[in-house]
């Protein structure tokens, strides 16, 4: 088995991926080989180079190869690929995602009882099917303990326009004006701009004279704010930000490794979409920082009652 990934992941999600692969070579004896890349083409050289020495299964995170997966695996038609946080339609591939809607359900719950003017907003790098699922997330757990909560949306760029997941300053300059319009809860999913979030929270704090915050999306970002730290290069300090980091809603990337890995070495693979969700420990939330500790009871029961089945989160927004 080789693990495929991308050198510049941040430290959070990066360790959390080593963490399930590691787990999972050792629990079932499985040969392992570690590989990194920074380009597609680096990838793509990299996996033909390991299956040429007879690796058959791989396990890759989407960001290092991007729609390259289908050319790759095309052109390896008896290796066997997992791919984590991607879609796509080829027979020896197996497309893993997370149910990113019923963690954002939970988060959304969050921001609406910790908010203070009954006024939260969401911030969208981009409108396509997987942020949209986030916002529907967010919205249906904010209104389901909350119901005339008000909801501020703003969206960064268009489709297919990707630009508003890379720029901290944008995303900042966007975000300002729904904490100036009375929200004082903003759950982001734009990425690596998510810094530019948390920065406007705090900026508009010492503006505003209150207590503003930010909600964060796939990693910890209570942590992993600290690990791309751009203060050498003249940014914020991102010890800033942390007292303005709410909760985030994480994406479980060790368990999904572990249960691909699982999969393979238990012939168990199948190809297609898999979905990880709440009642498989795909997705969840935070609590670091200890913000939300007074909130944790009446959130376990939001996702007991998810697991059940008694509340069903939409995947689009209302309206």
Do not use: C
């Not at 939970?106 to 942020?131: D, E, K, M």
């Not at 904010?142 to 960064?156: F, K, N, Q, T």
């Amino acid at each position: 088995i080789a693990y495929m990934s991308d050198a510049f992941e941040n430290t959070s999600y990066s360790d959390s991926l080593s963490a399930g692969f590691d787990l999972a070579v050792s629990e079932f004896g499985e040969d392992a080989v570690g590989a990194f890349a920074t380009s597609w083409w680096d990838a793509h050289d990299e996996i033909n180079r390991l299956a040429g020495a007879g690796v058959k299964d791989f396990v890759v995170t989407a960001p290092v190869v991007g729609r390259g997966m289908d050319e790759i695996a095309s052109g390896l038609p008896h290796n066997r690929f997992a791919v984590l946080d991607s879609s796509g339609d080829q027979p020896n591939v197996q497309y893993v995602n997370f149910a990113g809607h019923e963690g954002s359900f939970l988060v959304g719950a969050v921001a609406a009882l910790r908010s203070q003017s009954n006024i939260i907003g969401f911030v969208g790098g981009q409108p396509y099917p997987v942020t949209l699922s986030l916002q529907a997330g967010f919205e249906a757990g904010a209104r389901y303990v909350r119901p005339d909560v008000e909801l501020l949306v703003e969206y960064l760029t268009p489709e297919p326009d990707i630009g508003g997941f890379a720029s901290m300053a944008f995303a900042q300059a966007k975000t300002e004006p729904l904490y100036r319009a009375g929200a004082d809860v903003i759950f982001h999913a734009v990425g690596f701009a998510g810094r530019g979030v948390f920065e406007a929270a705090r900026v508009e704090s010492v503006r505003q004279g209150r207590q503003l915050w930010a909600i964060g999306a796939d990693t910890d970002e209570y942590s992993t704010v600290l690990n791309e730290s751009l203060t050498e290069f003249g940014g914020p300090d991102p010890r800033t930000s942390q007292p303005h980091v709410l909760t985030s809603m994480i994406k479980r990337w060790d368990v999904a490794v572990h249960t691909v890995i699982n999969d393979f070495a238990t012939d168990q693979f199948r190809p297609g979409t898999r979905v990880l969700r709440l009642a498989d420990g795909g997705v969840g939330y935070s609590t670091s920082g200890g913000f939300i500790d007074d909130l944790v009871p009446t959130i376990e029961d939001l996702k007991a009652r998810i697991i059940a089945g008694e509340i069903v989160v939409p995947e689009a927004p209302s309206a």
